[in-house]
Protein backbone atom coordinates (compact mmCIF):
# COMPACT_ATOMS: atom_id res chain seq x y z
CA UNK A 1 0.00 0.00 0.00
CA UNK A 2 1.45 3.54 -1.07
CA UNK A 3 -0.29 6.80 0.10
CA UNK A 4 0.57 9.62 -2.11
CA UNK A 5 0.60 13.46 -0.90
CA UNK A 6 1.66 16.37 -3.32
CA UNK A 7 2.43 19.67 -2.01
CA UNK A 8 4.06 22.83 -4.30
CA UNK A 9 0.96 23.93 -5.77
CA UNK A 10 -0.20 28.09 -5.88
CA UNK A 11 -1.17 30.87 -7.82
CA UNK A 12 1.96 32.20 -10.29
CA UNK A 13 1.88 34.31 -13.10
CA UNK A 14 2.91 33.17 -16.58
CA UNK A 15 6.37 32.77 -17.37
CA UNK A 16 6.89 31.65 -13.88
CA UNK A 17 7.59 28.66 -12.10
CA UNK A 18 6.99 25.87 -9.65
CA UNK A 19 7.73 22.90 -8.63
CA UNK A 20 5.39 19.95 -7.19
CA UNK A 21 6.43 17.60 -4.47
CA UNK A 22 4.82 14.18 -4.16
CA UNK A 23 5.83 12.49 -0.68
CA UNK A 24 4.84 8.81 -0.68
CA UNK A 25 4.43 6.60 2.59
CA UNK A 26 5.57 2.85 2.39
CA UNK A 27 9.38 1.40 2.23
CA UNK A 28 8.16 -0.10 -1.90
CA UNK A 29 8.13 3.66 -3.46
CA UNK A 30 11.64 2.44 -5.20
CA UNK A 31 9.70 -0.38 -6.56
CA UNK A 32 7.19 2.03 -8.40
CA UNK A 33 6.77 3.90 -11.57
CA UNK A 34 5.76 7.79 -10.99
CA UNK A 35 3.76 9.86 -12.78
CA UNK A 36 1.90 13.01 -13.01
CA UNK A 37 -1.45 13.98 -14.43
CA UNK A 38 -3.37 16.69 -14.40
CA UNK A 39 -7.36 17.93 -14.83
CA UNK A 40 -9.01 21.34 -15.54
CA UNK A 41 -12.06 21.91 -15.00
CA UNK A 42 -14.24 20.68 -18.14
CA UNK A 43 -11.57 18.09 -19.37
CA UNK A 44 -10.54 14.85 -19.11
CA UNK A 45 -7.17 14.03 -16.95
CA UNK A 46 -4.14 14.99 -18.99
CA UNK A 47 -0.86 12.79 -18.94
CA UNK A 48 2.18 15.62 -17.88
CA UNK A 49 5.08 13.26 -17.40
CA UNK A 50 6.36 9.77 -15.62
CA UNK A 51 9.14 8.29 -14.39
CA UNK A 52 10.49 4.72 -14.13
CA UNK A 53 11.33 3.21 -10.79
CA UNK A 54 15.32 4.34 -10.85
CA UNK A 55 14.23 7.41 -12.40
CA UNK A 56 16.73 6.87 -15.44
CA UNK A 57 13.69 7.16 -17.95
CA UNK A 58 11.35 9.96 -17.73
CA UNK A 59 8.21 10.43 -20.92
CA UNK A 60 6.27 13.50 -21.38
CA UNK A 61 3.24 14.93 -22.37
CA UNK A 62 3.84 16.90 -25.88
CA UNK A 63 2.13 19.91 -24.01
CA UNK A 64 4.66 20.28 -21.69
CA UNK A 65 8.09 18.90 -23.29
CA UNK A 66 10.85 21.31 -22.35
CA UNK A 67 9.48 23.03 -20.13
CA UNK A 68 8.68 20.71 -16.97
CA UNK A 69 10.94 17.84 -15.89
CA UNK A 70 10.35 14.85 -13.62
CA UNK A 71 12.31 13.62 -11.15
CA UNK A 72 12.87 11.16 -8.41
CA UNK A 73 14.52 11.02 -4.88
CA UNK A 74 14.38 7.04 -3.87
CA UNK A 75 16.02 7.87 -0.53
CA UNK A 76 13.08 10.75 0.34
CA UNK A 77 10.25 8.66 -1.28
CA UNK A 78 9.83 11.82 -3.10
CA UNK A 79 8.70 12.50 -6.92
CA UNK A 80 9.29 16.14 -8.06
CA UNK A 81 7.53 18.17 -11.27
CA UNK A 82 9.59 21.20 -11.88
CA UNK A 83 7.57 23.35 -14.42
CA UNK A 84 8.85 25.99 -16.30
CA UNK A 85 7.91 28.31 -18.34
CA UNK A 86 4.03 28.03 -17.02
CA UNK A 87 1.37 28.84 -19.28
CA UNK A 88 -2.22 30.03 -18.40
CA UNK A 89 -3.49 26.80 -20.09
CA UNK A 90 -1.57 24.85 -17.79
CA UNK A 91 -3.81 25.62 -15.10
CA UNK A 92 -5.30 22.57 -13.87
CA UNK A 93 -5.46 20.14 -10.28
CA UNK A 94 -2.27 18.40 -10.97
CA UNK A 95 -1.73 14.90 -9.17
CA UNK A 96 0.47 12.37 -9.11
CA UNK A 97 0.01 8.67 -9.19
CA UNK A 98 1.98 5.25 -8.53
CA UNK A 99 2.20 2.21 -10.55
CA UNK A 100 4.75 -1.05 -10.42
CA UNK A 101 6.09 -2.20 -13.77
CA UNK A 102 6.87 0.48 -16.59
CA UNK A 103 5.99 4.02 -16.19
CA UNK A 104 2.69 4.90 -18.42
CA UNK A 105 0.85 7.67 -20.33
CA UNK A 106 -2.48 5.65 -19.32
CA UNK A 107 -3.88 7.04 -16.00
CA UNK A 108 -5.79 3.56 -15.83
CA UNK A 109 -2.37 1.93 -15.34
CA UNK A 110 -2.03 3.67 -12.52
CA UNK A 111 -2.89 2.31 -8.96
CA UNK A 112 -2.20 4.79 -6.24
CA UNK A 113 -3.16 8.46 -6.60
CA UNK A 114 -2.91 11.64 -4.38
CA UNK A 115 -5.61 14.05 -3.68
CA UNK A 116 -4.31 16.45 -6.00
CA UNK A 117 -2.65 19.99 -6.01
CA UNK A 118 -4.15 23.40 -7.34
CA UNK A 119 -2.06 25.44 -9.74
CA UNK A 120 -2.89 28.46 -11.40
CA UNK A 121 -1.36 30.28 -13.99
CA UNK A 122 -2.31 34.01 -14.50
CA UNK A 123 -1.93 35.80 -17.58
Known amino acids: QVQLVESGGGLVQAGGSLRLSCAASGRTFSSYAMGWFRQAPGKEREFVAAISWSGTSTYYGDSVKGRFTISRDNAKNTVYLQMNSLKPEDTAVYYC????????????????WGQGTQVTVSS
Open 97 to 112: AGKLGYYSDYARGYTY
